[in-house]
């Protein structure tokens, strides 16, 4: 099972994305929000565990604290998978709450494991993801907005005292104490995401639960009769639901994706948005589009001897990169980023070369088995997946045959990048950093000042004279204000 948090500078430049973007884009989901909360009565509601009381003023839902009881959650009666998730709370500074997501409930005891740890769950106890509502401003924690893991796994986001710290000092900005604040949610396919008063907080992949119910919380505050009444508020809860299409046709978004603000990167019928690494127009001969496939054709091997790669028309700084390759026996590919046109390519030694592919970061697309390249370099790090003769990707992926399509998922968050193979994560690394150094220093990069570590670049598909087909190009950028 694949937890993973979504960061730069390990995690924290996250943070500091999220306080340089205190607003989220317009954006005109697909499906309209609707109200969980009928405003009348708590009709589709369930309440489980403990018996905290929750009662209507208004418009709004109030849960009222109760000693000697555990944490009580109001559920709803429906479960929901793909959504985006919305509303506002207003919490005694006392108390501590969430938003359950993802949950279940059951009537018998459960057994999971995660981690390689066996989780009992009890008959009866709420499970699953929890929105955190934390408005600690006397000890200044401020964690409201981060993904605790209810009655299995702990924290997921912040985990880590400098994740943590950082994490404090973002919510001092954001969290308005005494006042009602807002929070969004998406929560589509293995990504979760979570926005504080219009800046992003969270942001992970995990794949425990993908469908439940939503439950508000009331935390239970054992004999603490000073907390005894002690409220937690929420009003305007409404919820975007996406379904899963039965099939998705190649290069098309789903409703869910457009609402998430996710683009195709390549339209899947033209040329439009890309260009020669060295030139202004698109190759003219080398690369074909057919059936909606992008197909670099052979030409005897060599590294951007005959059509040479190709680059977007954009620059790029932050941003998750999803597409689907195709290899032919003994192919040789890749999908590089950050990648600098203006730099001379150089050779297997890292002197300059008369020929050969544009500098960048490379997600190494390589037939293992077959071709030579895999055991050169150090420790793997030529291999399927790793970045290219820097850091070996994982010895337990799992890529699919060849001839066969397989899924590949690029993560940049500042400085943290992600490398993902058919839904696995294969590597994680930071730039800049003294074991990232290290590894230049050790490459055929050695000789390019500061490689990888320049602030954006454009996105490429190898031309390396072996046919591979690319299809499924997508891209999420973070929310602009």
């Not at 709803?76 to 108390?95: H, M, N, P, V, W």
């Not at 209810?150 to 997921?156: F, P, V």
């Amino acid at each position: 099972m694949n937890t993973h948090t979504r960061a730069g500078l390990s995690r924290a430049t996250l943070l500091a994305l999220a306080l340089a973007s205190l607003a989220l884009a317009a954006i005109a989901p697909a499906q309209k929000a609707a109200p969980l909360f009928n405003g009348k009565n708590l009709d589709g509601w369930v309440q489980r565990g403990g018996q905290a009381a929750y009662r209507i003023e208004g418009n709004e839902i109030v849960g009222v604290s109760t000693p000697n009881t555990p944490n009580t959650f109001l559920c709803t009666a429906s479960d929901y998978g793909d959504f985006i998730l919305e509303y506002e709370f207003k919490a005694d500074q006392r108390l501590n709450s969430g938003v359950q997501i993802r949950s279940e409930c059951f009537d018998t005891p459960k057994e999971i494991t995660a981690g390689g740890k066996t989780i009992k769950i009890p008959a009866g106890r709420v499970h699953g993801y929890q929105i955190e509502i934390d408005p600690d401003v006397p000890r200044a924690r401020m964690w409201s907005a981060g993904i605790y893991d209810e009655a299995r796994r702990g924290w997921l986001f912040p985990k880590g005292k400098q994740e943590e710290a950082a994490f404090s000092a973002l919510g001092r900005t954001l969290f308005k104490p005494d006042a009602w604040n807002h929070v969004r949610v998406e929560a589509i396919g293995d990504s979760i995401k979570t926005w504080l008063n219009g800046a992003l907080c969270a942001d992970i992949i995990d794949a425990m639960t993908p469908r439940g119910f939503i439950a508000l919380q009331v935390h239970g505050i054992g004999k603490d009769t000073k907390k005894d009444g002690a409220q937690i508020r929420w009003r305007n809860l409404t919820l975007t639901e996406f379904s899963a299409p039965a099939t998705i046709a190649p290069n098309t978004l789903t409703p869910a994706e457009k609402a998430t603000g996710w683009r195709l990167l390549w339209d899947g019928k033209t040329t439009d948005g890309w260009r020669s690494a060295k030139a202004d127009a698109f190759p003219a001969k080398g690369w074909i589009i057919k059936d909606g496939v992008l197909t670099i054709l052979a030409a005897k091997g060599a590294e951007s001897a005959a059509a040479g790669d190709i680059i977007t028309r954009e620059r790029y700084r932050d941003f998750e990169l999803r597409l689907e390759f195709k290899m032919t026996p003994r192919a040789n590919s890749g999908v590089k980023y950050f990648v600098q046109p203006n730099l001379d390519p150089i050779t297997g030694s890292g002197a300059k070369a008369a020929v050969g592919s544009a500098i960048g970061l490379e997600y190494q697309i390589l037939d293992d088995a077959l071709h030579p390249d895999a055991r050169l370099g150090r420790d793997g790090n030529r291999t399927l997946a790793s970045l290219y003769d820097l850091i070996p990707s994982s010895t337990g992926k799992k890529p699919n045959p060849i001839g066969e399509w397989n899924a590949a998922r690029i993560i940049v968050r500042g400085n943290h990048i992600e490398h993902w193979l058919n839904g696995e994560k294969v590597i994680e690394y930071n730039r800049g950093t003294p074991a990232f150094r290290d590894a230049v220093v050790n490459s055929k990069y050695k000789n390019i000042p500061n490689f990888g570590e320049w602030p954006d670049g454009h996105i490429l598909l190898q031309e390396h004279g072996d046919e591979v087909s690319y299809r499924n190009i997508k891209i999420l950028l973070p929310k602009q204000k």
